[in-house]
């Protein structure tokens, strides 16, 4: 089971939207609505954004939002703040191995 | 509020077996809604789920670690464990403890260790 596939990095300047893109397949991402997005700042652990595609936890921002089309999944960040910039993994449940992970997205904000 | 906590040894000798254990405080591990698991993150690299466990003593692994892999509970401790055998330098990362829903969600982890492979 390969790693699920995001960009490497994505950049935006304070207040524009950005989204972080995730593809998988259809064992995986395609296959259920159990895709979740996670936080990560350095030195500290994951924090939940984003659950079953598109819900969010209580606490988390509504500039997180959450979408899903076939085998990719979307995590989009409007009106982008400087404590936005972190790296973000998605996750899925998969029919083969349990759980999959992103490949990671490292946030910059210009 | 629920709060995970990893302890163990910091450094393993090649081939030798990791044992982390995970203490659960704020909340049951004998709760039927939750699992409980490990995942780890190797120095500058992406996450890697290890394998979940529920009160009960079932077990789930990643079939890539499953040969190597024991995740055990005790529930008198409030406590799950994880051993990893045979351990070589790739086996070198942070290892987190984390709660899992029934719905695939990973919404509570512990800090993190970071646990070093080498002689």
């Known amino acids: 089971q390969s790693a699920l596939t995001q960009p490497a990095s994505v950049s935006g300047s304070p207040g524009q939207s950005i989204t972080i893109s995730c593809t998988g397949t259809s064992s995986d991402v395609g296959g259920y609505n159990y895709v979740s997005w996670y936080q990560q700042h350095p030195g500290k652990a994951p924090k939940l954004m984003i659950y079953e595609v598109s819900n969010r936890p209580s606490g988390v921002s509504n500039r997180f939002s959450g979408s899903k089309s076939g085998n990719t999944a979307s995590l989009t960040i409007s009106g982008l703040q400087a404590e936005d910039e972190a790296d973000y993994y998605c996750s899925s449940y998969t029919s083969s191995t349990h759980y999959v992970f992103g490949t990671g997205t490292k946030v910059t904000v210009l | 509020q629920l709060q995970l906590q990893e302890s163990g040894p910091g450094l393993v000798k090649p081939s030798e077996t990791l044992s982390l254990t995970c203490t659960v405080s704020g909340g049951s591990i004998s709760s039927s809604s939750y699992y409980w698991g490990w995942i780890r993150q190797p120095p500058g690299k992406g996450l890697e789920w290890i394998g979940s466990i529920y009160y009960s003593g079932s077990t789930y692994y990643n079939p890539s670690l499953k040969s190597r892999v024991t995740i055990s509970v005790d529930t008198s401790k409030n406590q799950f464990s994880l051993k990893l055998s045979s351990v070589t330098a790739a086996d070198t990362a942070v290892y987190y403890c984390?709660?899992?829903?029934?719905?695939?969600?990973?919404?509570?982890w512990g800090q993190g260790t970071l646990v070093t492979v080498s002689s």
């Open positions: 984390a709660r899992r829903t029934v719905t695939h969600i990973f919404d509570y």
